[in-house]
């Protein structure tokens, strides 16, 4: 939940959206209400909000690229998409089952 907030805010800093309804339907393709519904329930973003929030920011980090004026820019999301694949591998390796073979292997 984390690394959305910190989406949210600097994406409203570049002036990209204005409200956490915006952010919602814009960025990561849900309902209006949906941030403000994962924060009052303290719960995680599905897997398909964060991948497409993911891949939307890195579309806009490859525009921004070309303009040296939004070098700054550029890099605060490169770290932010590098945080938000981090965040997402390691749910799909949580949520997977445990294999046997990996489990002899690594003497998990």
Not at 17 to 41: D, H, N, P, V
Not at 80 to 97: E, F, G, N, T
Request: neutral net charge.
């Amino acid at each position: 939940m984390e690394k959305l907030d910190e989406a949210y805010c600097i994406l409203r800093r570049f002036g990209l959206c204005e409200s956490k309804a915006g952010f919602s339907r814009e960025w990561l393709g849900a309902s209006a209400s949906y941030l403000t519904s994962m924060e009052a329930r303290a719960r995680q973003p599905h897997m398909t909000a964060l991948v497409g929030l993911t891949a939307r920011l890195e579309l806009l980090a490859d525009r921004l690229a070309v303009d040296p004026r939004y070098q700054e820019h550029v890099r605060l999301l490169n770290e932010l998409i590098d945080d938000l694949w981090d965040a997402v591998r390691a749910r799909a390796l949580a949520a997977a089952p445990k294999r046997r073979a990996d489990h002899d292997a690594y003497g998990v």
